[in-house]
């Protein structure tokens, strides 16, 4: 069975900064992507950002400049950097992977649990 489990969310004022993990555990061949999406109070889930295995990355616009995505490939874990935060950005995060296991020929896509980044003074 393969989880995604993340860290790292709280409490913060605007302006600071926090930074979240999520390590895939599971008898895992190959992650080809991991990234971070989130979902407001009332709003959809939406993508944050992405990284492929080769380091690539992809950035919705709202956070280009202030999150930086990065991968440990070794520890199939992801990490968000998250600066300069504002109230808006306040949501559950949810970690996301593509990835393949032992023992089944396609990826399937899992997610984590989520965690909460509030944003507030």
């Known amino acids: 069975q393969v989880q995604l489990v993340e860290s790292g969310g709280g409490l913060v004022q605007p302006g600071g900064s926090l930074r979240l993990s999520c390590a895939a555990s599971?008898?895992?061949?190959?992650?080809?992507?991991m990234g971070w999406y989130r979902q407001a109070p009332g709003k959809q889930r939406e993508l944050v950002a992405r990284?492929?295995?080769?380091?690539?990355?992809n950035y919705a616009d709202f956070v280009k400049g202030r999150f930086t995505i990065s991968r440990d490939n070794a520890k199939n874990t992801v990490f968000l950097q998250m600066n300069s935060l504002k109230p808006e950005d306040t949501a559950v995060y949810y970690c996301?992977?593509?990835?393949?296991?032992?023992?089944?020929?396609?990826?399937?896509?899992?997610w984590g649990q989520g965690t909460l980044v509030t944003v507030s003074s």
């Open positions: 990284i492929i295995t080769g380091g690539s990355a």
């Open positions: 996301n992977a593509d990835l393949v296991v032992l023992g089944r020929d396609r990826s399937l896509e899992v």
């Open positions: 599971g008898i895992i061949v190959r992650i080809n992507v």
